[in-house]
């Protein structure tokens, strides 16, 4: 085995044990490999060693490379997402990890429609209340929501937050099952172009207690390819 395929391996292993202690089936997890500081020849090697989904969080980057080998991946868009990049991404990355405001959802919207395409878009949700983090306040989610139902471009699939950087992953934990009680809060307004059947949380240092706490996405860079977005 190569060094990824090798991660690979050792990552499936943790998340097996991560859903025998949370009652879960590992089926339901999926990786993503934060390709964002890999070169064309790494995330090449990525798909080569059985990653399916992608992850890239700057656009002028991630463009070439999906141009290069856009059809053998999934592609999602994880970082801060500027409106005038919206038009590159739309019909390349089926996912946005990253919906974060009302003039990002519009502009997705009107390219969506443009195009004929419906963006499967999780609301960033600054659980942690941090500054330095992008996302919506916990208690402006709901109406959030609501506002972006109406637009039939996008898909709400789901929750996405950062949790704090911590030594003991363990302190992540409240940040994780909060997102899971927001999803459940949002499912429950049962609005139209809302499943939020996902959950996209959890990095290197601390998927282990994600998937425990319910993550259906965990975003990986470390642990599988190098450096991964903080």
Known sequence: M??????????????????ERSNRN??????VAVTKYSTLETT????????LHLGESKVQDAVPKWEQLGERGIWHFIGHLQTNKVKNIIGRFPYVHSLDRESLALELQKWGKKENV????FVQVNVS?????????????????????????????????????VVDPEEAR??????????LE????NLPNVSA???SMGMSNDFDVAVEEGATFIRLGSVLVGQELK
């Open 174 to 183: 409240p940040v994780f099952r909060r997102l899971k009680e927001l999803q």
């Open 186 to 189: 949002v499912q429950n307004l």
């Open 129 to 165: 209340g941090e500054s330095s983090k992008f996302g919506i306040d916990s208690k402006e989610v709901l109406e959030f929501v609501k506002k972006t139902s109406k637009m039939s471009n996008i898909e709400i699939f789901g929750l996405m937050t950062m949790a704090p950087f």
């Open 118 to 121: 419906v963006t499967k878009c």
């Open 26 to 31: 590992p089926d339901e997890v999926q990786m």
């Open 44 to 51: 090449k090697a990525a798909l080569d060693a059985g990653l």
């Open 197 to 199: 059947l996902h959950l």
């Open 2 to 19: 190569n060094t990824i395929e090798l991660a690979y391996e050792q990552v499936k292993r943790r998340i097996d044990e991560a859903c």
